[in-house]
């Protein structure tokens, strides 16, 4: 599988996402500079966690109009897969391809901690490789991670089953305990927790393994 991870100004996850994907994948993604205009043929991209552009205006808000975004969007359009990790999900929903936004936390606080999350559905490409309902442990480390969309939107999430995973302890106040969700073709999904720094045992456990291993299966 080829993949591509962009880097934006104040991205700090994108080389957890390079390790992440060249340890499962064997191959090692491209490194796109936000400024630049062209993607490289690839079956993945991921935009990373992180504070791009220092979360000036609202976090994301910046980043979803880098010049690299409209070669993004065509990715997406094209069917090809896109995943937001934390920040990357922030981008997601200020460009427009996922719905809803990412609000302040209900605590006002910074959350860096590993919680549980529920796979709340295991029939996507990004989520083949678990089992519905599991639970796995994945770390979170935000300011502003708490989904909030209207209920309409929520009405539609939930009843075309768009919501992917679901916090077992809910550390921001996300409605619905909503943690990731997926467009409705099924190829762009955005979530807060980082599955790419659960890829080791070394560094905290596998769990995010069958996440990147899912897509590679997909693609």
Not at 74 to 93: E, M, P, S
Not at 131 to 143: E, N, T
């Amino acid at each position: 599988m080829k993949s591509a991870v962009i880097v934006f100004p104040g991205s700090n996850c994108d080389r957890d996402a390079a390790v992440a994907l060249e340890r499962i994948t064997g191959n090692a993604p491209h490194m796109v500079w936000h400024k630049d205009t062209d993607l490289p043929e690839v079956d993945l991209v991921v935009l990373p966690g992180g504070f791009s552009f220092g979360d000036y205006l609202r976090s994301g808000a910046m980043s979803a109009s880098s010049p690299i975004m409209a070669a993004v969007k065509a990715h997406a359009d094209a069917g090809r897969y896109l995943v937001g990790i934390c920040n990357g999900f922030q981008v997601l929903t200020e460009a427009h391809l996922l719905p809803g936004a990412l609000m302040r936390n209900a605590g006002l606080n910074f959350v860096c901690r590993t919680v549980p999350l529920i796979v709340a559905n295991d029939e996507t490409a990004f989520t083949r490789g678990y089992k519905k309902d599991s639970i796995i442990k994945v770390p979170v480390a935000h300011h502003d991670g708490n989904y909030f969309a209207d209920d309409a939107t929520l009405e539609m999430l939930e009843g075309e089953g768009r919501v992917v995973f679901r916090y077992g302890e809910n550390p921001n106040g996300s409605l619905h305990d909503i943690a990731g969700i997926i467009n409705k073709r099924g190829n762009v999904l955005g979530l807060m927790p980082h599955p790419e720094r659960v890829v080791d045992p070394m560094l905290g456990g596998e769990d995010g393994v069958p996440f990147f291993s899912s897509v590679m299966e997909a693609v």
